[in-house]
Every structure is written in C-alpha cells, then in structure tokens.
C-alpha cells in the first residue's frame, strides 16, 4: 500500500463547499488541506514559543515599548 494512494473521506456538501472555497485555480483538495494543515502547525508552534518567552519574562512586546 503506498501512502499517496487516494482515499475517500465522507463529508456533507456544506463542508466540501466550504474547503473548495479556500482553494485557488488548479488546487486539488489535498492541495488545499495540505496548506491550511501547514498554517495551523505555523500558528500554534509560533504561539508556543510566545507563551514559552512570556513564562521567562524574556518577552517584550512591541506595544509595551
């Protein structure tokens, strides 16, 4: 079994609706979970390392200049 074999996942209408709208010309909608799954690993590590610098009082926001 390879592991880029096509799958199916069951989802409504709605939700597939939903994912074909954040998708851009040529995208298929692996393409499209791929990229928003990339973001969100992005965004929660960038947050871990906030909170990680605020725990150490090594963090200054830019606000608070």
């Known amino acids: 079994m390879t592991h880029n074999a096509p799958t199916t996942i069951p989802t409504t209408k709605v939700v597939r609706d939903r994912l074909k709208s954040y998708g851009q010309k040529g995208e298929t909608y692996s393409d499209i979970l791929e990229r928003l799954m990339d973001k969100v690993d992005k965004d929660e ?3 871990r390392m906030y909170r990680r610098l605020e725990e150490k009082d090594q963090f200054v926001s830019l ?3």
Do not use: A, R, V
Request: aromatic share 16%; net charge negative.
């Open 63 to 65: 606000d608070e200049l």
């Open 45 to 47: 590590f960038m947050d």
